[in-house]
């Protein structure tokens, strides 16, 4: 089978040879016990309160420069690049300091969202980073970006504030993203095969070591909030998980042949492919990582279904145009692949990942969840509402 490839399509293509973008392999070896309990003669600081986020993207603020999606090649893409500021692109406002080193802390990132839980919100998070990023560097864990490990950037927040709620997304760059997506889209622009039997065996290979880190990161930083004189009710820990940044197959606006899907939508899966990632690969590593929540004593936050409806190419979606400004009840919620290495739109790594408003979203989840003490619990959107409409439901 053959078929001429256009240009954006080319480009996407080129995009997809460049998606691993984590450093650093598998996560492997045993769990550190967890030391939950308060060391003999610290006390907890009486700093300000504060909430503090760790992990990879999908927690520092990855793609919350994009208020939506545009093939619009030219100034603000239709209203959607809030990097724009009328005669060049500047990606600092949005992403502070980090822009530089690539960590992309957004200044719409999660916790920020999430301003009513403490007095100060810290974000530890780097987009790319793995467990071992996490764990403390006297148990093997590993600087990255230019970064000290994060365990060990949260002690120094933990002695300087009362730290009353953590915040933990990881263990998606350890199985392999960046792979999957990789994968499936050259099997659409170029092979016209399925990826998801292949990649289905590889994120079954890596899950143990994946989830294996996971625990020993919630145990490090459980070590460390230990070691800065925190008895385990003295703040909360939650794990979260990833949603879904594309839609099922049925689900898709733009049709399955044809280049649409890559041209203008930037979903170039098949369908098959897509209903694998949708309702296999993410609940089966929400549910993974709900299991290491349960057996280290921390709250788990499910955000599968996080975007349904606003997926990239969601039917429930659309792109702004000149007369359709980008709205929160309209747009789409995550970023699509970028073209990335011969456009402007941005970087690459910003693809797939929860955007301005999904952003918001995820903030007002963290917030509702803080209202809960105890307790798993999912959080879901709202048909036709803003980031004003996410609810919980008990897992």
């Known amino acids: 089978m053959t078929r001429?490839?256009?240009?954006?399509?080319?480009?996407?293509?080129?995009?997809?040879?460049?998606l691993p973008l984590a450093s650093g392999g598998l996560v492997a070896g045993g769990l550190v016990a967890a030391s939950p309990a308060r060391a003999a003669t610290a006390s907890?600081?009486?700093?300000?309160?504060?909430?503090?986020?760790?992990?990879?993207?999908?927690?520092?603020?990855?793609?919350?420069?994009?208020?939506?999606n545009s093939a619009d090649s030219g100034g603000s893409r239709t209203g959607t690049d809030r990097a724009w500021n009328g005669s060049s692109y500047d990606p600092g406002p949005v992403y502070g300091a980090t822009a530089v080193n690539g960590c992309d802390r957004s200044d719409v990132a999660e916790v920020l969202g999430a301003s009513t839980v403490a007095q100060k919100q810290i974000n530890l998070?780097?987009?790319?980073?793995?467990?071992?990023?996490?764990?403390r560097a006297s148990n093997g864990g590993q600087a990255y970006k230019g970064e000290a490990?994060?365990?060990d950037q949260l002690a120094a927040v933990a002695a300087q504030n009362n730290v009353k709620l953590i915040t933990l997304s990881i263990g998606g760059n350890d199985l392999g993203f960046s792979d999957v997506i990789s994968t499936c889209v050259q099997d659409y622009l170029i092979w016209y095969s399925y990826c998801h039997n292949s990649q289905q065996s590889a994120i079954d290979s890596k899950m143990p070591a994946a989830m294996a880190g996971v625990g020993k990161a919630i145990d490090d930083i459980r070590a460390v909030m230990s070691n800065a004189g925190y008895g385990s009710g003295d703040y909360r820990l939650v794990l979260q998980s990833y949603p879904s940044p594309i839609p099922r197959g049925a689900e898709?606006?733009?049709?399955?042949?044809?280049?649409?899907r890559s041209d203008t939508g930037g979903c170039p899966f098949w369908d098959g492919d897509a209903d694998w990632a949708r309702d296999s690969m993410v609940p089966q590593i929400s549910s993974a990582l709900a299991g290491v929540a349960a057996s280290k004593g921390a709250q788990f936050l499910d955000l599968s279904n996080m975007l349904q409806g606003r997926e990239v190419c969601s039917t429930s979606a659309q792109q702004p145009t000149t007369s359709t400004p980008p709205s929160a009840t309209t747009s789409e919620w995550a970023r699509f692949l970028d073209g990335g290495l011969n456009t402007t739109q941005g970087a690459l790594q910003e693809s797939m990942h929860p955007n301005f408003y999904g952003q918001q979203a995820l903030g007002r989840c963290l917030t509702l969840l803080w209202g809960r003490a105890t307790g798993n619990y999912a959080c879901r959107n709202t048909p036709g509402r803003d980031a004003g409409g996410m609810y919980l439901t008990a897992q």
């Open 4 to 18: 001429s490839t256009p240009r954006l399509a080319r480009r996407l293509l080129s995009a997809a040879l460049a």
């Open 44 to 68: 907890v600081p009486s700093g300000p309160t504060a909430s503090v986020t760790l992990g990879d993207s999908y927690i520092s603020g990855e793609a919350g420069r994009w208020k939506g």
């Open 125 to 135: 998070a780097c987009s790319g980073a793995v467990t071992a990023n996490v764990f």
């Open 149 to 151: 490990p994060q365990a």
């Open 252 to 260: 898709m606006r733009y049709p399955e042949s044809g280049w649409s």
